[in-house]
């Protein structure tokens, strides 16, 4: 099992900037890639970026650019950096990893973003 704890979210203008952090736990060894998706209301979970073991990353085109996803397997974290943020980027911004066991999510962290 892997436990997954998201945090950095929160209210911020347009043009600004979060970065979000996502901490690993459990049978971490076993993890291969790890993502952020998020989902706003009435819309389905999307995938924002994803970071493999390897370092090769890939983006939502929505946000290539803007957010970079970044990963520090020292700390077992991963982390979201979100800059030139959007109205629409509002959404509740999860936290994916996934092993040969199964996939796994965090709780969610909101980012609501101002015009």
């Known amino acids: 099992q892997v436990q997954l704890v998201e945090s950095g979210g929160g209210l911020v203008q347009a043009g600004g900037s979060l970065r979000l952090s996502c901490v690993a736990s459990g049978s971490i060894f076993k993890i291969s890639t790890m993502a952020w998706y998020r989902q706003a209301t009435g819309n389905e979970r999307e995938l924002v970026a994803r970071?493999?073991?390897?370092?090769?990353?890939n983006y939502a085109g929505s946000v290539k650019g803007r957010f970079s996803i970044s990963r520090v397997n020292t700390k077992n974290t991963v982390y979201l950096q979100m800059n030139s943020l959007k109205p629409e980027d509002t959404a509740v911004y999860y936290c994916?990893?996934?092993?040969?066991?199964?996939?796994?999510w965090g709780q969610g962290t909101q980012v609501t973003v101002s015009s």
């Open positions: 994916n990893a996934r092993s040969a066991f199964g996939e796994y």
């Open positions: 970071i493999r073991n390897d370092g090769i990353t």
